[in-house]
């Protein structure tokens, strides 16, 4: 399904029963297929975004913003729908999206699903992540392609085409998950099919920190353990500065907890119900 906002397409897709739930992949411009769950699809109508930019939507606009323009799609797609109130499940760059939704759209937001997210962007969270990348390289030493997946991180800033920012991201995907190495048949398939494009913007900082006690919303806040980028730091401050908010940490997942532990990963989206 596809409608035009603003002069763009905006592509998605629907499958499931029940409740509404928009679905917001990652990245920014990361393909929305690895979000899909045929398991939360018996408890949600799921609404899977194709993010501006990405697969059949059109392209991003040459003023967009790291998440507001996204916010703003993301809204018109739950006026196309023609439901009063979505819950909004937000992966990684998508969770920025689904935080800002519900503070620009209290109204409209029955329920959010944090995954692997945080509440900021600052230069503590991108150290953060190095130092985690680094420590992830000095664990995993006797490897041989370890080293090339450590130097990929910092080869997403040199991409100039859709087929090198998915070389890149498939290069890197190994420090992801908790145990790749150790479950390789079971994530080389995400691994080899996961495309993202290239997305450009004046500034990728973001802090809503300060906003977070404006969500009402009942809010789930779900990470893996060993997420190396949006782990436990970053859940509990989405956990502490929303009231109410339930917080699941998976002790056996990286960053795509609804492929390492489907189970408790569906468990802890539906608390919602």
């Known amino acids: 399904m596809n409608f035009v906002f603003r002069g763009t397409r905006q592509a998605y897709h629907v499958a499931g029963r029940g409740p509404v739930m928009v679905a917001h992949s990652g990245g920014p411009g990361v393909e929305y297929s690895y979000l899909r769950s045929e398991r939360l699809e018996e408890h949600f109508t799921m609404v899977y975004l194709e993010p501006i930019g990405t697969g059949d939507s059109g392209p991003l606009p040459p003023d967009a ?32 999206v689904a935080q800002r939704f519900a503070i620009r759209y ?12 945080s509440p900021t962007t600052d230069a503590t969270f991108w150290a953060a992540e190095q130092a985690a990348a680094e420590a992830y390289g000095q664990r995993h030493a006797g490897l041989p392609e370890v080293a090339g997946v450590v130097a990929a991180l910092s080869g997403f800033e040199a991409v100039r085409t859709a087929e090198e920012k998915s070389a890149v991201l498939r290069a890197a995907l190994p420090i992801y998950f908790a145990d790749f190495w150790g479950r390789r048949a079971e994530f080389e398939p995400l691994r080899r099919d996961i495309r993202s494009w290239v997305t450009d913007f004046g500034s990728t900082t973001i802090d809503y920190r300060p906003d977070l006690p404006r969500i009402a919303a009942p809010t789930v806040v779900v990470t893996g353990r060993h997420d190396f980028i949006c782990g436990p730091v970053w859940a509990g401050m989405l ?22 532990e489907p189970d408790a990963f569906v468990e802890a989206v539906t608390r919602l119900l």
Do not use: C, K, M, W
Not at 69 to 85: I, K, S, W
Not at 106 to 117: H, K, N, Q, V
Not at 241 to 256: D, M, R, V
């Open 65 to 96: 913003t790291y998440v507001d323009t996204y916010v703003d799609f993301l809204h018109a797609t739950v006026e196309q729908l023609g439901v009063p109130r979505v819950h909004v499940l937000g992966h990684s760059h998508g969770g920025f």
């Open 106 to 117: 209290p109204d409209r937001t029955a329920g959010l699903a944090l995954y692997s997210t």
């Open 239 to 260: 956990h502490e500065g929303i009231a109410g908010a339930q917080l699941a940490i998976l002790e056996n997942s990286g960053h795509f907890a609804q492929i390492e």
